[in-house]
C-alpha cells in the first residue's frame, strides 16, 4: 500500500526550507543577545560564526534546523552585522559535526531538547487518538508540531 501523502510538493518543500525574511525580520531573528556574544568569539571561523547566528535565527523563527540551506540575503546580513564581508561563508567548510554541536549550544540556550525516542512516542500517541478520531491528516500535521512547540523538543522533519 502506498504511503499517504499529507503535504503537497510544494507544502513539503516550504516546510523543509528555511523561511523567507525581509528586511524588517531580519534584526529580530539575527541579531545576538549580549550573552552569546562572548560564545561566537570562540568559533574559529567566519563561516562557524555566520553559520551559528543562522542556525539560531531560523530555529527561533521556525523551532526546527535546516541543512545548511542559507539564503544569500541572510548570509550577507549576518556577515555584515558581525564585522565580515559578503561572501565570506564556505558552506562547504561547515562541518556536520561542528552543526550538530551548535545545534546542540542553540537547543540548551533556549531550553529546547533533541527530536528523541520520547518526544517521539508522546507525539505517536497523539497522532493515533487523533487518528482514531478521524481528523484530517493536515490537521493532525498541525497539531502535532503544536505538541512539539509547547513541549519544547526540536520539531523533525516533514519526513518523520
Known amino acids: 500500500m502506498p504511503r499517504m501523502h499529507i503535504l503537497t510538493p510544494a507544502e513539503y518543500a516550504a516546510f523543509e526550507t528555511p523561511p523567507v525574511f525581509t528586511h524588517i525580520d531580519r534584526p529580530r531573528f539575527f541579531d545576538l543577545s549580549q550573552r552569546l556574544e562572548p560564545l561566537l568569539t570562540t568559533f574559529r571561523t567566519p563561516t562557524n560564526q555566520i553559520s551559528f547566528v543562522l542556525a539560531l535565527g531560523y530555529f527561533t523563527a521556525t523551532k526546527r534546523f535546516f541543512a545548511r540551506q542559507f539564503p544569500e540575503?541572510?548570509?550577507?546580513?549576518?556577515?555584515?552585522?558581525?564585522?565580515?564581508?559578503?561572501?565570506?561563508?564556505?558552506?562547504?567548510?561547515?562541518?556536520?559535526t561542528t552543526a550538530r554541536r551548535h545545534r546542540q549550544i542553540i537547543l540548551d540556550?533556549?531550553?529546547?531538547?533533541?527530536?528523541?525516542?520520547?518526544?517521539?512516542?508522546?507525539?505517536?500517541?497523539?497522532?493515533?487518538?487523533?487518528?482514531?478520531?478521524?481528523?484530517?491528516?493536515?490537521?493532525?500535521?498541525r497539531h502535532g508540531l503544536d505538541l512539539l512547540a509547547r513541549r519544547k523538543p526540536a520539531s523533525p522533519s516533514a519526513y518523520m
Do not use: H
Open 109 to 141: 540556550y533556549l531550553g529546547f531538547q533533541a527530536f528523541d525516542e520520547p518526544a517521539r512516542q508522546d507525539l505517536v500517541q497523539e497522532i493515533r487518538t487523533m487518528g482514531r478520531s478521524q481528523v484530517r491528516p493536515t490537521v493532525i500535521l
Open 73 to 96: 540575503a541572510d548570509a550577507a546580513y549576518v556577515a555584515s552585522r558581525l564585522g565580515f564581508l559578503p561572501g565570506v561563508i564556505d558552506r562547504t567548510a561547515y562541518a556536520e
